[in-house]
Each structure stands twice: as structure tokens, then as C-alpha cells.
């Protein structure tokens, strides 16, 4: 008998997302396994892999903010960045948890649980009137996201796209910054963290050197949850703070706050 569960998969495939992408990151030789199994609403994920391992006093912390296993790995791969982090804070939110077991040289498995809510099979023809309620009044925004995270770039996609809002995509400050000489935006997200020129900078220089978004609404949207991060982001210039993983409501309160505080274009 199959059994209905409820959960956003878009968090879901975040995860997962993260969990597949860092093992094949870390894996030269070998291969990678994924298992999923339930009991009853709970799902568990293994993605297992043969790669380069993690130490028993990295495993404590290899979820931490700007936290990386070892030196030299990270020197010959490249870091994990925040992506376990986020997933970590995503596992919480779904009622679970990410644990890693790992031996140095051997690999490494990261086993997700979520603890999710029976549902009623869904009728075909059932329209979410809700989400369709959502996507009328914000049809019309137009926005850019900045994120050098390519997993973060396709779920703001797709959850823009939920709210009915049309963005466009920055690699870097940079990116964001010669999109902004372009084009008219309602609001703009900016990570802090990223190669060539971090959210701070190019939100100085959209202020002072964007004729079409000088008056523009910067939202940083950080992973760093620390106490005072919002108020160093004021501090340079941002207009507000939305923290990851992103959710959708404080994403939609967020966007209907300031999209009427924009004056308008000089041009």
C-alpha cells in the first residue's frame, strides 16, 4: 500500500543536491551509492561514497559555518563551502538531522533523515488556490539574485518562479553589478560571500553608480546567522537581511515590503 507524504521538495532536492554534488567532488576513484529507504512517513537518504575521507575530529565540525575537514583537501578540491551547513539547517527544519560516518582514504557516507506528514492522495485536478493567489500580485516583479553557488542559483529559480517573479542570475558581485547598468529591477539579493566582488562592494556600487538602481531595495541573502551580521549589513548599504536556507513565506513578506519603496529610475 503506497503512502502519501507531504514535504517541499524543493528543499528536499537542496539536500540532496548538496550531499551527491560534495561526494562526487571528492571522489577520484570509485563510485558513489545512493539508498533510500521509509518507515511509515520517515524517509532516510544514504549517499555514500569511495573518496578521500574526513578525519575523526574534522567529522565534528565539517557542518560548521566557513569550516573545512582539512587543508590540503580543500587545497587539491576545493571546500565544501556551506552547502553541508545549509543542508544541516534544512534537514532541522524537515523534524531530522545529517550525521556523517567516514575513515580517512575509504570514503565518507552522509545519512539524511526527514521526518515528514501523511497526506491524502492528491486529486488531478486539484488547483492550489493559494500559490496561484501569490503568483497574481507579484507577477510584475522583476529581480536579481547573486549567488556564486550554482545548487542556491537553481533553487532561487525555482522558488522564484513559484511567486511568479522573473529573475536574473549573477555569478558574482561583479555579474550583479553590470546587470544592475542594464536593467530596471524591483529587488535585488545579494550573497556576501563571493569570488571577484562580494555583496557589500557591489552594493556600494549600485548605490552610488547605478543610474537605473541607485534606489533599488539590496537584500542580503546570507547563510551567516551570527548576532550582529544584520546590523553589519546595514552598516554597508544593504536595505534588509534574509537568512538561508530561504524561506518561502519570509522570501514573499520580503519582496511584498520593498517592492513598493523603490523610486523611481533616473532613467
Do not use: H
Not at 524517509?43 to 587543508?71: C, L, M, N, R
Not at 532541522?92 to 501523511?118: H, W
Not at 536579481?144 to 553557488?149: M, R
Amino acid at each position: 500500500m503506497s503512502i502519501w507524504v507531504k514535504c517541499d521538495r524543493t528543499r528536499v532536492w537542496q539536500v540532496l543536491t548538496y550531499l551527491i554534488g560534495n561526494a562526487i567532488k571528492f571522489t577520484t576513484k570509485g563510485g558513489i551509492t545512493i539508498k533510500v529507504y521509509q518507515s511509515d512517513c520517515q524517509i532516510y537518504i544514504d549517499v555514500t561514497d569511495t573518496g578521500v575521507g574526513i578525519s575523526g575530529d574534522a567529522q565534528e565540525k565539517v557542518f560548521e559555518s566557513f569550516t573545512q575537514a582539512d587543508t590540503s583537501t580543500t587545497r587539491k578540491f576545493g571546500g565544501t563551502g556551506l552547502g553541508l551547513t545549509i543542508s544541516k539547517k534544512l534537514a532541522i527544519l524537515m523534524g531530522r538531522d545529517i550525521t556523517v560516518t567516514s575513515t580517512l582514504e575509504e570514503g565518507s557516507t552522509f545519512s539524511v533523515g526527514l521526518a515528514l506528514k501523511k497526506a491524502e492522495e492528491p486529486k488531478v485536478t486539484e488547483n492550489v488556490t493559494s500559490e496561484g493567489k501569490i503568483v497574481e500580485k507579484l507577477n510584475r516583479v522583476k529581480g536579481l539574485v547573486a549567488d556564486d553557488n550554482t545548487v542556491n542559483q537553481q533553487v532561487a529559480k525555482g522558488m522564484f518562479k513559484k511567486l511568479g517573479i522573473a529573475i536574473d542570475i549573477a555569478n558574482d558581485g561583479k555579474e550583479a553589478f553590470d546587470l544592475a547598468q542594464e536593467t530596471n529591477y524591483d529587488i535585488i539579493f545579494l550573497d556576501i560571500q563571493m569570488p571577484t566582488m562580494d555583496g557589500y562592494t557591489a552594493t556600494k556600487k549600485i548605490k552610488m553608480e547605478s543610474l537605473k538602481n541607485a534606489s533599488t531595495p539590496i537584500i542580503a541573502m546570507t547563510a551567516n546567522a551570527m548576532q550582529g551580521d544584520k546590523e553589519k549589513c546595514l552598516e554597508e548599504g544593504m536595505d534588509d537581511y534574509l537568512s538561508k536556507p530561504i524561506q518561502k513565506d519570509k522570501l514573499y513578506n520580503m519582496v511584498i515590503r520593498w517592492k513598493q519603496r523603490k523610486r523611481p529610475a533616473n532613467t
